[in-house]
């Protein structure tokens, strides 16, 4: 029984030491300090510097209401009766959050959609003062806008370094949830460089946090335990409409990037190097005999782009840009889009296994070309044959960018395997784990001298990406 007791009382101690350090921890860094009059551990004298920075966005518009047409507009007048009336405008109230970042300018972060469509914006501030803002630029692709007021007295946050930032920190949220002014929550950096699953054309690098963010803290401040920013509140994850402890802030190294061109041109003016890049899958690690699963694989460089220039070809792995590493397909996209047009960049990739390094000059994205920037092209999971899929020569009539050779998939049957490699009736297979392939015949003299898996250089809609199959 003493023994007993002796082990838990080791055990408890255990226990109190890391919750000790934890505790020295916060002192230390001021994120907590102790009221000695009232004898309590608080965060408060950090918040009465944060909190002055943080403001409430109000915003009115006018929106249509939407139109029926169709089949629904059919069934309205059946039920009801007459025609539907036209739309009529509507007001559009919004709430949301925004973060003061330059007091002597008056310029204010928020999100884009927070201001989307807005006549009117009011800013009110945590001392009750009412501004009228405008518009310098919004840019929808990273949800970033920048708004500005005229005002006297404003507190600013300084911005944290994104590279400083670690899963683990302990972080604050604050914004105006509901519409509840200047609440503060608190958690931790539950992950780095999140994608949500958006469009192609969407630049997501998210940090994640299960600090509590709901509806109204959009454009709110998500800072460290110095009271530095660093992120703006964006988006949750969410069955309820409310928090569910994932919640998504873009990190800073984005929002200046964003920031420093919308005050200068009131727009972003973005970047294309002319690739179009993936993730690696296993796979296709496997199949391509790749030395890593990191960095972005070059499924096909446009002609005349600057990667061509510089010298990237197909299947090339880009590790590196700029000095920062390339962890997947998503990196290099959000690297390249920020950095403006005429500028000069290094990049690092790998060919067979060895390290290169070439300078490459950014050229202006044509926004009505989807092909000549870094685009995405999602590398589809492995199947185990190419079971569904009807291939055969390509059609004589048929006008493609990548020429006549190569392998056409006239049909896909729903379910099969094929279906789930991501082939598609229309693809065009050109080239199996590298090599070129003129016809049918030539796509199965390949196959049947490899065992596999096989990674196939498939032309979609005239752009280009890898499926792997097993």
């Known amino acids: 029984m003493r023994k007993s007791l002796i082990l838990g009382t080791a055990a408890i101690a255990l226990v109190i030491a890391p919750l000790a350090l934890a505790q020295s921890s916060f002192l230390n860094n001021g994120a907590m300090t102790m009221d000695s009059q009232r004898g309590v551990l608080t965060m408060a004298p950090l918040l009465e510097r944060v909190t002055p920075a943080v403001v409430s966005i109000d ?8 139109e029926m047409s169709g089949r ?23 709430l949301g959050s925004g973060v003061i970042v330059d007091a002597s300018k008056g310029l204010i972060i928020t999100n884009a959609h927070v201001i989307d469509g807005a006549d009117e914006i009011t800013v009110t501030l945590e001392d009750k003062r009412q501004l009228e803002a405008e518009i310098v630029g919004t840019d929808k692709k990273t949800d970033i806008a920048l708004i500005k007021v005229s005002a006297r007295g404003l507190k600013e946050l300084k911005l944290a370094r994104a590279s400083d930032v670690k899963v683990g920190d302990y972080v604050i949220a604050v914004g105006n949830p509901f519409g509840l002014s200047h609440s503060v929550t608190s958690g931790i950096v539950s992950a780095l460089g999140r994608d949500r699953g958006g469009s192609r054309d969407g630049y997501q690098d998210f940090i994640q946090t299960d600090a509590s963010i709901n509806p109204g803290n959009s454009g709110g401040a998500l800072v460290n335990s110095k009271g530095e920013l660093i992120g703006i509140n964006s988006a949750i994850v969410s069955r309820s409409g409310g928090n569910q402890g994932i919640g998504f802030a873009v990190p800073t190294n984005i929002v200046q990037g964003v920031v420093r061109q919308l005050e200068s041109y009131g727009e972003v003016r973005r970047g294309r190097i002319g690739v179009l890049i993936g993730d690696i899958t296993p796979t296709l690690k496997e199949a391509l005999d790749l030395t890593t699963l990191d960095g972005a694989l070059v499924s096909d460089v446009v002609e005349d782009s600057p990667a061509e220039k510089a010298g990237l070809k197909r299947d090339d792995v880009i590790i590196a840009f700029n ?6 397909a998503s990196d290099i996209r959000n690297a390249v ?18 390290r290169r390094t070439t300078r490459i000059e950014i050229e202006a994205v044509d926004e009505d070309d989807e092909d000549n920037s870094v685009t995405s092209s999602d590398n589809d999971p492995a199947s185990e044959s190419f079971s569904g899929a009807e291939l055969t020569d390509i059609p004589k009539d048929l006008d493609l960018r990548g020429g006549e050779e190569g392998v056409y998939i006239a049909s896909v049957e729903r379910g099969s395997k094929a279906q789930r490699a991501g082939l598609r009736r229309g693809d065009v297979i050109r080239a199996v784990n590298r090599k070129d392939i003129t016809d049918l015949e030539d796509f199965e ?9 096989y990674a196939l250089s498939v032309e979609r809609d005239g752009s280009t990406f890898y499926a792997a199959v097993k």
């Open 323 to 328: 000095g920062g590493d390339i962890l997947d």
């Open 337 to 354: 889009g920020l950095v403006e047009p005429g500028e000069r960049a290094d990049i690092t990739y790998l060919r067979e296994g060895k």
């Open 59 to 66: 915003i009115r518009g006018t929106a249509k209401t939407p």
């Open 72 to 94: 629904n507009e059919e069934l309205f007048e059946r039920f009801f009766g007459g025609r539907l009336p036209d739309a009529q405008p509507r007001e559009k109230r919004g």
């Open 445 to 453: 003299d390949i196959i049947s001298d490899e065992d596999g898996p």
